[in-house]
C-alpha cells in the first residue's frame, strides 16, 4: 500500500513538473522576450476594432500608427497596450475608438465565447494577470481549457523558434475596396442590437485609460465615421450617458458625422478605402493644425464638420 502511495505521489509531482515545463516556463519566456516595436517617429497610436482599422489610412498621418484589430474588445486591447507603452517610451499620444457597438453586450461574447478567445487569448495569454485569467475561467470554464491548450502550444512553437516579434500581429490599417450595397454586407445585422450593455468592455476601457495616463500618454476616445443608418446607433442615448458617467474627464473626438458619400462606405459600421483615404487626409490636417491641444476639441471639430468648411 506504502508503494502504491509513493509511486501515486511520485506520479503527481512529475505531472505538476511536466504542466509547469510545459504551460507557465514558455508563456514566463514568451512575455520577458516579447518584441512590439512602433517605429522611433510615430508618437500617436490608435487602437480599437474593425471601425478605426478600417477608418484611418496610417499611410496618410503623420508620425501615426493604427494599431486596431478586428472584432478586438477593450479586454485583448489591455493586454497589447500594457506591452506598447511600455516598450516604446517615444508615444506621446493614445487614441482609443469608443463607438456605439461596444457598449453593448455582444462585447461579452467577443471577449470570452470561443469563437473570439479561440483567436485573441493564444496571442495575449503571456501578459495577462491572475485577474484576467480568473474571468474568462468564471465565464467560459470549459472553452477557457481548450484555448489554453491552444495557447500552450503556440507558445511552445514560439520559444522553439524564437520568434517574439508581435511587430506584425498587433493591426494596422485595413484597406477594404467594396462599397457600399444598401447595408447587405454589414457585420453589424439589425437583429443584433442588445438593450444590455456590456459593463466588462466598458472596466477594460477604464483600465486602458489609467495605464496610459499613467505612463504619461496624453489619451482620447474616439468615434470613427459611421454610415446614418448604422444600426447600433439606436443606443445613442445610452451611449452618451455612460461616456458622460465613466469617461467625463476623457476628452472624446467625435467623427461620426464626417461627411462622406454612400460609396464612401463598404458596410453600415466601416469605410471602405476610397471613405478612409478622404478622412485620413482631413484628420491629419486637423491634428497637424493643433486639433489635440485645442481647449475645445469638439467644437473646433464640428466647426470643421459645416458644409462650409469642408
Not at 522611433?40 to 501615426?64: W, Y
Not at 493604427?66 to 508615444?91: C, D, G, M, R, W
Not at 446614418?228 to 442615448?237: F, H, I, Q, V
Request: hydrophobic letters at 35%; charged letters at 25%; one cysteine or more.
Amino acid at each position: 500500500m506504502n508503494k502504491f502511495l509513493k509511486r501515486t505521489v511520485s506520479f503527481i509531482i512529475m505531472t505538476a513538473c511536466l504542466l509547469v515545463s510545459v504551460i507557465f516556463i514558455p508563456n514566463y519566456v514568451v512575455d520577458k522576450k516579447s518584441k512590439f516595436t512602433i517605429q522611433q517617429h510615430r508618437k500617436m497610436v490608435l487602437f480599437g476594432h474593425s471601425h478605426p482599422e478600417c477608418a484611418f489610412n496610417d499611410t496618410l498621418i503623420t508620425n501615426f500608427q493604427n494599431l486596431a484589430y478586428s472584432a478586438e474588445p477593450y479586454f485583448y486591447t489591455y493586454q497589447k497596450i500594457k506591452k506598447v507603452l511600455s516598450q516604446n517610451p517615444h508615444i506621446e499620444t493614445v487614441l482609443i475608438e469608443f463607438s456605439n457597438n461596444q457598449i453593448d453586450e455582444k462585447m461579452n461574447d467577443w471577449t470570452w465565447g470561443y469563437k473570439y478567445m479561440s483567436s485573441m487569448f493564444p496571442k495575449y495569454a503571456s501578459f495577462m494577470d491572475r485577474e484576467d485569467i480568473n474571468l474568462l475561467i468564471k465565464n467560459n470554464p470549459k472553452d477557457f481549457m481548450s484555448c489554453m491548450s491552444i495557447s500552450t502550444r503556440k507558445n511552445l512553437v514560439r520559444v522553439l523558434t524564437g520568434n517574439y516579434n508581435f511587430s506584425d500581429e498587433m493591426g494596422g490599417y485595413l484597406r477594404i475596396g467594396k462599397l457600399y450595397d444598401n447595408g447587405k454586407t454589414a457585420n453589424d445585422a439589425k437583429d443584433k442590437v442588445s438593450a444590455k450593455f456590456s459593463d466588462v468592455n466598458v472596466s477594460y476601457l477604464k483600465k486602458i485609460v489609467n495605464y496610459s495616463r499613467a505612463r504619461n500618454k496624453k489619451v482620447f476616445l474616439v468615434r470613427s465615421p459611421h454610415h446614418k443608418k448604422y444600426e447600433y446607433l439606436k443606443n445613442e442615448t445610452a451611449f452618451v450617458k455612460i461616456r458622460n458617467t465613466e469617461f467625463a474627464d476623457v476628452d472624446f473626438l467625435d467623427f461620426n458625422n464626417f461627411p462622406l458619400h454612400d460609396d464612401d462606405f463598404a458596410d453600415y459600421g466601416h469605410l471602405n478605402y476610397k471613405g478612409a483615404d478622404k478622412f485620413s487626409k482631413w484628420f491629419n490636417t486637423m491634428v497637424d493644425s493643433g486639433l489635440l491641444q485645442d481647449e475645445n476639441i469638439q467644437a473646433l471639430i464640428d466647426q470643421n464638420l459645416s458644409p462650409t468648411s469642408m
